[in-house]
């Protein structure tokens, strides 16, 4: 049973993400430490009382939350209502949620200490960067030769705040898994496999909200061009991070663009030795997505 604590900034693939970790701890496959957030698809308070709606609405209430760090520390936050709605959960306004403010880092300091125990960073590198190095880190993040979702060389949660992506992988004790845009992109959901999850999912009580949850993110994605669907790219990211689906990946030396206003959060991987840098990341670079659409209803399908 794979310790596991969960950085997110619950927005919409967030909140998928969620649901996956809540049935792997249902399951007894994961232990779910605790969930902590950065600001990013929406502000720290909000992702927070989204974080706390979803595992709330998953039936896990014992399950800790801690907002995170309010911000940035160089540049000064950017949120994208555009693309997860007002709130961060589409057309779904989770009410307010009193969540206890502070102790996410007691709550890291408490769990990391266990090198068995997982991070899995869905959102801006924020916490992890100002925490300092963690053994054993998942990052969906970045993106390397691949059109960026941001600006034509950045991803969204690098771009956000650029300077801590660049600590968290300067920091790095050891190689930061990363899922990149050019994999996480390949990972999408539609109306029909909208359905077959909710059929899935039976009579959890997340499950009535996923239409209207959903239903914003396609129509941001179709309004890109993309289709009427919507890239799941932190679900994917757990999947990696837990070994769940088969994946290939590379050890690579990253860096990242923070001062730049044309290139900010610009991430470079150095594959061939050229900076003469030990390896800070594991760069996948390949990954079943057939396994993860069936690993998604294999977790969330009742078992009783
Ligand atoms: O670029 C995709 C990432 O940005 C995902 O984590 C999504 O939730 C947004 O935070
Ligand atoms: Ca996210």
Not at 38 to 67: F, H, S
Not at 142 to 156: D, F, I, K
Not at 181 to 190: A, K, M, R, S
Request: charged share 15%; with cysteine.
């Amino acid at each position: 049973m794979i310790p596991v604590l969960i950085d997110c900034d619950t927005g919409i693939d967030d909140a998928l993400a969620l649901i996956y970790l809540a049935a792997l701890h249902k399951r007894g496959e994961i232990q779910l430490l605790g969930a902590t957030t950065t600001a990013g698809n929406v502000d720290v308070k909000q992702t927070a009382i989204n974080t706390r709606w979803v595992l709330d609405q998953c039936v896990l209430p014992e399950i800790p939350v801690a907002a995170g760090l309010p911000g940035p520390k160089h540049v000064p936050l950017v949120t994208t209502p555009e693309t997860h709605g007002d709130h961060g959960l589409g057309y779904i306004n989770p009410g307010v949620i009193d969540v206890p403010a502070g102790g996410w880092q007691e709550m890291w300091q408490e769990h990391l200490s266990d090198q068995a125990t997982r991070l899995i960073v869905t959102g801006p590198a924020t916490n992890l960067a100002a925490f300092g190095p963690v053994k054993n880190v998942t990052l969906m993040g970045g993106t390397y030769l691949y059109p960026g979702n941001t600006t034509p060389t950045a991803e969204w949660n690098t771009w956000v705040d650029p300077h801590a992506a660049k600590e968290a992988f300067a920091q790095a004790e050891q190689p930061i898994t990363v899922c990149s845009l050019g994999v996480t992109e390949q990972f999408t959901i539609n109306p029909d496999s909208l359905s077959a999850l909710i059929d899935a999912l039976g009579e959890e009580p997340i499950a009535q909200h996923l239409p209207e949850m959903l239903r914003f993110y396609f129509e941001f994605h179709q309004a890109q061009g993309e289709g009427y669907l919507a890239q799941i790219h932190d679900l994917l990211t757990c999947m990696i991070a837990l070994g769940k689906i088969p994946f290939t990946g590379k050890e690579v030396t990253v860096d990242v663009e923070a001062d730049s206003s044309l290139m900010r959060g610009t991430t470079v991987a150095d594959t061939r030795g050229h900076w003469d840098k030990p390896a800070n990341a594991f760069l996948i670079d390949s990954v079943d997505i057939a396994a993860a659409h069936a690993e998604l209803l294999r977790a969330v399908t009742s078992t009783s």
